[in-house]
């Protein structure tokens, strides 16, 4: 009875804090029976479909963004018609993956000038982020980066006028006036008009009215914020310029030919008309019966 038995142990052992069987359930709880996947697969990180603050359509709507090939469609509409949650859901959904880092939109200008939105999906948003190593010296002291100092370019060139006439640049000073209350983003400074003003005079002077020109330099414009308006505005003054108009010629009107002055045989009263004539008109037309009645105060010319 006094022999102690050094196989069992004498009291039974805690599993560790960090263990993680001990929330495990006894004979409960999911277990896999997975394959190993070849062709058609993306990976998954447990950040994502683990993620104590995303819902699960968003999660879900991610691990989708994710398995598709570059290029699918992935606006609201394009997804709205694939998953029954409508809309609404599917847009909420999308602002919570932005706010997480999942997803990001960018928005590109095209080689035809047109403005598109990218949607990129992020299987790793935090990856770029590294956090400092503590190496136990004091940090060392990075002197700022000298700042670059933008030089504005300058003003693509606008069409020059064959005609500087006051009244012409003056309305053409006017009409860039009031584009800003077409559109607030229009508004322009003293520079940039004085540079605007020849091209405007020269749409002007090709018979082109100012509600045309208004409405060719306001219509269309990118929703997205204008920086240089001004260069906007020269590069639609120069690509929309109208031609000039066609040359109007004066019809060439032949004057008809001024024949000598005369006397008539019949009646003796001066008329104008060819060599072969002889006659006036009115003797003419009573040719055969009696003379044409002399005007009162008619003069023959053989007694002047």
């Known amino acids: 009875?006094?022999?102690?038995?050094?196989?069992?142990?004498?009291?039974?052992?805690?599993?560790?804090?960090?263990?993680?069987?001990?929330?495990?359930?006894?004979?409960g709880g999911i277990t896999h029976d997975n394959t190993h996947h070849t062709t058609r697969f993306v990976v998954i990180g447990n950040h994502l479909?683990?993620?104590?603050?995303?819902?699960?359509?968003?999660?879900?709507?991610?691990?989708?963004?994710?398995?598709?090939?570059?290029?699918?469609?992935?606006?609201?509409?394009?997804?709205?018609?694939?998953?029954?949650?409508?809309?609404?859901?599917?847009?909420?959904?999308l602002r919570e993956l932005e706010a997480h880092g999942y997803l990001r939109?960018?928005?590109?200008?095209?080689?035809?000038?047109?403005?598109?939105t990218r949607t990129v999906s992020c299987n790793q948003p935090h990856a770029s982020r590294r956090e400092p190593?503590?190496?136990?010296?004091?940090?060392?002291?990075?002197?700022?980066?000298?700042?670059?100092?933008?030089?504005?370019?300058?003003?693509p060139a606008v069409p020059q006028p064959s005609s500087t006439a006051p009244a012409l640049l003056q309305s053409a000073i006017d009409l860039l006036a009031t584009l800003r209350r077409h559109d607030p983003r229009l508004l322009l400074?003293?520079?940039?008009t004085a540079h605007l003003v020849p091209g405007v005079a020269a749409w002007l002077e090709r018979d082109v009215a100012p509600g045309a020109v208004r409405h060719a330099l306001t219509t269309g414009l990118p929703d997205e914020p204008l920086r240089?308006?001004?260069a906007l505005l020269a590069h639609r003054l120069t690509d929309r310029l109208?031609?000039?108009?066609?040359?109007?010629?004066?019809?060439?009107?032949?004057?008809?030919?001024?024949?000598?002055?005369?006397n008539c045989e019949g009646c003796d009263r001066g008329f104008r008309a060819s060599a072969n004539e002889d006659r006036c008109r009115d003797c003419r037309t009573t040719a055969g019966g009696a003379p044409p009645r002399t005007p009162p105060g008619h003069v023959p010319s053989h007694t002047r």
């Open 133 to 155: 190593v503590d190496t136990g010296c004091p940090p060392a002291k990075r002197t700022p980066p000298p700042q670059r100092r933008t030089v504005q370019k300058a003003l």
């Open 189 to 192: 400074s003293a520079t940039d």
């Open 49 to 93: 479909v683990q993620h104590k603050e995303l819902s699960l359509l968003a999660i879900g709507l991610s691990c989708h963004l994710q398995s598709l090939p570059t290029g699918a469609g992935a606006d609201i509409k394009s997804l709205a018609a694939r998953f029954p949650e409508g809309s609404t859901r599917i847009a909420a959904a």
């Open 242 to 262: 109208p031609p000039p108009p066609p040359f109007r010629t004066q019809s060439a009107v032949v004057p008809p030919p001024r024949h000598p002055l005369q």
């Open 105 to 116: 939109r960018e928005r590109h200008r095209t080689q035809t000038g047109r403005i598109v």
């Open 1 to 27: 009875m006094d022999i102690q038995n050094t196989s069992a142990p004498p009291r039974a052992q805690s599993a560790p804090a960090d263990n993680p069987t001990r929330t495990r359930r006894q004979g």
């Open 228 to 230: 240089r308006p001004a």
